[in-house]
């Protein structure tokens, strides 16, 4: 048998992710945190759905006495962000504030950055990856000029969410 291509419905969840470095170190902070990506998912969608007004991600940096002495720019943060594409899924667009916020304590100083989760739907085209050997294809769909690929798995399931592929 083989795989054709096929449309159906899609709700894309575009998440930021703050990178931060702090002296020496690099943090990651995201709006939830899952062990894999169609828990991270769920959690996004819940988020989307039931919170309403700035959502904050607050982490909290003990520095040492002698971090102190050289704190000219002690925090740098660059938002980038990642996609989710959800199959058979229908969802009325959404945005929500999010507010990354690291605090030096010690010196109570506060660094933030602002981004925004984002939550539309549309229908899209999926594709059958190039070179693959039934029964295990993985798949891709193309939603506005981005890339969202499911890697062929032998656990998969036809609800898996596909992810963006970097730039």
Known sequence: MKPTDR???FTVVRMPL??????????????????????????LLRLLEEYEGVFEVIHRVELGLLNYINLEEPVKMEISY???????????SRMLPVLFKIVLRGEER???????????????????LPGCIPPLCGEYVEIEGRRYVRPPSLFGTIIDPFVEEPR
């Open 110 to 128: 506060e660094f933030s950055a602002r981004a925004n989760l984002e939550m539309f739907s549309r229908r899209a085209q999926v594709h059958v």
């Open 18 to 43: 703050a990178r931060a470095r702090v002296l020496d170190s690099v943090l990651t902070l995201t709006p939830v945190e899952a062990s894999d990506v169609r828990e991270r998912v769920s959690r």
């Open 82 to 92: 990642i996609g989710f594409a959800v199959p058979g899924l229908r969802k009325r």
């Open 7 to 9: 449309e159906e419905w």
